[in-house]
């Protein structure tokens, strides 16, 4: 299932609804490495590989995608800002398509851990999409996951294993197709909404209007 979810700034920069904060998904990335959750104890994963274009052949190079995920409670929200997630950041893909996102092991949420990405895709527009993570049998159970079968190899694009590697961190590859991301043509619209209410409001006002937050 896909949450049209959002994400809260770190702790250490700006608060939502103050002067100087700037929503997660509009955020600039210049590297196609991205950590989610930096400086957070727990188990850690690294989800690798590139974008493949819409032709499905060429790498997608230069593509700003936004990654989220719940936390190991299987929460995206804290409960001061119930509509913005917790974990968050934005990559742009390297030359030949590829990125690396670390993060924090995803609890379980209607279903296995799992992370959603979303992009601007050139001749498609807003479109998103998940992956759910499943370890192999060397790495059986995952963390607070311990229902959540092994399994052997993934079986679409929806789907990664994470292989445990010595240093203690789940890793996987995924090669992943943008050309089959899912059109969400109301999801602009709604980040829209969440950057006039927690970055644009109320202090840039002009003088004497309703400084009352948009609902």
Known sequence: MLVLA??????????????????PW???????VV???????????EMSGKLVAPDG???????EVYAYHADARGSYS???YPDLNRISGVFRSGPGGGYVIRSTLPGMYEGPPHMHLDADIPGKGRCVWF????????SWPLPGTLNLPPRLRASDEHRAVLHRDPDG???????????DWFASTTLDSFR????RKYERAPWRRRPGADSSPPH
Do not use: C, Q
């Not at 509009?26 to 196609?32: L, P, Q």
């Not at 950590?35 to 188990?43: I, M, T, Y």
């Not at 992956?131 to 060397?138: C, K, M, R, T, W």
């Open 192 to 195: 829209t909404e969440l950057a």
């Open 169 to 179: 961190v789940y890793r996987t590859r995924r090669t992943l197709h943008v050309g």
């Open 57 to 63: 052949v060429s790498p997608m190079a230069g593509l």
């Open 6 to 23: 959002t994400a809260v700034a770190a702790a250490s920069g700006p608060a939502p609804g103050t002067p100087g904060y700037v929503v």
């Open 78 to 80: 804290d409960a001061k």
């Open 131 to 138: 992956v759910s993570f499943n370890p192999d049998s060397a």
């Open 26 to 32: 509009n955020r600039s990335a210049t590297d196609s």
């Open 35 to 45: 950590d989610l959750d930096p400086g957070a104890r727990g188990d850690r994963i």
